[in-house]
């Protein structure tokens, strides 16, 4: 807490000389409760389901100039009680989720430097991922260039775990470097976007610590959108090859497709499928790996909000096949209610079953908007597993598999100055 004032501090001492500038300070407050009762996992006899409240606050500083924008955002991610009364310090303490500036050479093309959340097209390959409280963002340097309806973006990340004398060794879990290029365009009714990236993971020996090298896959992919009147479509088409952190050689794709149709002003539907490869028997064989990876997507929103599929686990597994159908209901301008249905299945076989079949989930989310500051949200979702989930999981306890949420987003602006020469 005494972070936060500082910021909020110094951010209005430097608001204090004549500049052309714009001066802006958001917080973000949102609780959430969770009841897991197989939530990402099928559900184990003789043990309890877990109930808990989550908490995800934010003080974001933003400033902009003619030349220059530079945003700040910090966070304290918590569970309710994981930090005893009267405590001296916090379990987790803050966390800089933002940290960038921006440097506007002409109104064309920008350098973008720091700590920034990289969100492209579905979200589908590079994502915030938002519904986790603590969310995603990289340490990256990004080129973006834009004329009218065209823009491509070159981003270019490398991890180190501190300042060495010597050495080039990463141990957190996460990337060693990437490079990428995303093109997009907008067209009448089309519009296009092609990614290319160049994922490098680090491998170390574990029996030789200064034996390591950096392997690296290479995925490209279009997401393409078709919008006219009350009928719109959405499709992926990734490929990913190269060598994953095992030194396989990798060769998998993700097709997705899906259509939408406004029936009236409240209600659409819409339904569609995915289908990303998978390996036989869920593991990599022969030196070759066949399961696509999303990356660093936003992979709740995809393939049932239970998150059974790639929310950190069903990594380099059987694949999926994900046909489904949705229904969105807009009650009035304050009240929505989306219900969706799934069918998964295997796209490789399942070891010890000739059946493909992983099991179907129902997910119902109501949103109500308070007012432009208050937002309130609430899911339910429940999976129904078929054997080869069964297997895939490795649990046959056949328990009813279910989660259920509430969370309220509270996001008011605490200052924001006009965007004129002002006594600062």
Same mark, same amino acid.
């Given at each position: ?124 390959? /590079? *994502? %915030? =991922? ?8 990289? &340490?990256?340097? !990004?080129?973006? #260039? ?87 479509? /959405? *499709? %992926? =088409? ?8 095992? &030194?396989?050689? !990798?060769?998998? #794709? ?103 079949? !992983? ?26 597993p078929s054997e080869g989930l069964e297997i895939v999981k490795n649990n046959f306890d056949e328990n009813t598999n279910n989660w259920g949420w509430v969370m309220v987003t509270i996001s008011p602006t605490l200052f924001q100055s006009e965007s004129t020469k002002t006594q600062l």
């Amino acid at each position: 807490m005494k972070l936060l004032t500082s910021i909020l501090l110094t951010s209005l001492f430097f608001f204090s000389g004549p500049v052309l500038a714009q001066f802006t300070i958001d917080a973000e407050l949102r609780p959430r409760f969770e009841y897991r009762h197989g939530y990402k996992t099928l559900f184990p006899d003789n043990v309890d389901p877990a109930s808990f409240v989550s908490q995800r606050t934010r003080l974001k500083v933003g400033y902009k100039m003619e030349k220059l924008n530079f945003y700040l955002s910090i966070q304290d991610v918590r569970v309710w009680g994981d930090v005893v009364q009267l405590n001296t310090s916090d379990k987790n303490g803050l966390s800089v989720h933002k940290a960038w500036g921006e440097v506007l050479f002409d109104p064309r093309f920008t350098l973008k430097l720091g700590r920034q959340e990289i969100v492209y097209d579905d979200h589908r390959i /590079f *994502g %915030n =991922v938002g519904w986790a409280q603590q969310a995603r963002s990289h &340490d990256v340097a !990004l080129i973006k #260039y834009h004329k009218n309806a065209l823009k491509i973006n070159v981003g270019v990340a490398y991890n180190q775990d501190t300042e060495s004398l010597t050495g080039n060794i990463l141990t957190v879990n996460t990337y060693k470097s990437f490079q990428y290029v995303w093109l997009h365009n907008d067209w009448q009714e089309f519009s296009a976007s092609l990614l290319v990236l160049n994922n490098g993971l680090q491998f170390i020996d574990s029996e030789d610590e200064d034996v390591d090298e950096t392997r690296y896959s290479q995925t490209i992919g279009s997401h393409l959108v078709y919008q006219k009147k009350k009928l719109s479509f /959405f *499709g %992926n =088409v990734y490929y990913q090859f190269g060598k994953d952190r095992a &030194d396989n050689d !990798l060769s998998a #794709y993700l097709l997705g497709i899906e259509g939408r149709y406004k029936l009236s002003q409240k209600l659409s539907i819409g339904s569609g499928g995915e289908l990303q490869s998978g390996n036989d028997n869920g593991m990599p064989s022969n030196g070759k790996n066949k399961a696509f990876t999303p990356l660093y997507g936003t992979n709740h929103k995809f393939n049932g909000l239970i998150d059974y599929f790639y929310v950190g686990n069903h990594i380099d597994n059987v694949g999926l096949l994900d046909l489904f159908a949705k229904v969105n209901l807009t009650i009035n301008s304050k009240h929505n209610v989306n219900l969706a249905a799934h069918n998964f299945s295997a796209s490789a076989v399942i070891n010890g079953t000739n059946n493909k079949q !992983l099991g179907t989930e129902i997910d119902i989310t109501y949103n109500y908007s308070y007012s432009k500051d208050v937002n309130f949200k609430a899911g339910y979702s429940h999976i129904f597993p078929s054997e080869g989930l069964e297997i895939v999981k490795n649990n046959f306890d056949e328990n009813t598999n279910n989660w259920g949420w509430v969370m309220v987003t509270i996001s008011p602006t605490l200052f924001q100055s006009e965007s004129t020469k002002t006594q600062l």
